[in-house]
């Protein structure tokens, strides 16, 4: 991948941040390309200009001055509910915290159009230079860049949690989505990937197998739908789910309910609800609870 240019132009910098280590991208609900948006090069070590609108105990956020008024009101926005939703994350952690502070927040145009297709992304899983986009068509979204940035957190406390959920893999990117769809249900609208999963003609298991991918739409629907069967079909909370973490889902399982084979009983109940070689009609990553 080429990596984006950097410029020692800094006249929107309000505050000194030293470039960070720079490893391959992950890359949350992209639909665009990372590498194909950023050819303008950043102020203060980041791929985009920015303005610093506001910091917290934790954050500091910024927006492209590129956005005007939707770019200063989303991080104004982004600044009332990022401690809020921190808390929450570390909480689904079992009390943890960012082992690097602040995170920054980079709101830019990841997707040009304004519709939201360039998801969010940071350079590798305990980067805490957080790039989300920002949703202006049909009219601002403020919930959307929430919901990718509380992606994108979730991502960096699973490489602090280190027990094997993995940003970069099938298993971590599911987690990254179904935490993020919990504090934000109405925004994965358009990302949702469980039937990607269902319609394909084999439905293969990636409860037991991690695909070492987080861009895999295949994976990833199978891991958010098993995700939901533990938290919506089977009781468990996430705080219970996060904690029992692990390098496949089936050890997750086995954590939690001390039952060996957790891919039987899961694909068995979707093939009766979802036959096998029929479109499934999901619209969402949840269509639990299923009898």
Known sequence: MVKPKLTKDRSYAKLAVPPRQRRGRAHIFGVTHAGQRTSLGGKMGFDYPVTQEGATANFVVYYDPALGPNGKSCADGVLATCENDYAQISTWFGGIASPTLPVNIIIAA??????????????????????????????????????????ELVEVFEA?????????????EG????????????????????????DTPDRPDFVNNTNPTDTDPVSNGCSVLFLNYLNTQLGFGWDQIVQAGAPT?????????GNADGWTPFRQQLDNNFPLGTPSGVTTDNPYPLP
Do not use: F
């Open 110 to 151: 990841l997707d040009p159009s304004g519709q939201g297709g360039g998801g969010a992304y940071h350079y590798g899983c305990s980067a805490v230079d957080l790039y989300c986009d920002l949703k202006s068509v049909p009219s601002l979204d403020i919930d959307y860049t929430r919901m990718l940035l509380v992606a």
């Open 175 to 198: 987690l990254s989505r179904v935490l993020a769809t919990a504090l934000y249900p109405t925004e994965l609208d358009g990302y949702t990937t469980a039937a990607a999963w269902l």
């Open 249 to 257: 889902l089936a050890q997750v399982y086995t954590t939690l309910t």
């Open 160 to 172: 602090a949690q280190a027990v094997g959920w993995n940003c970069g893999a099938s298993n971590g």
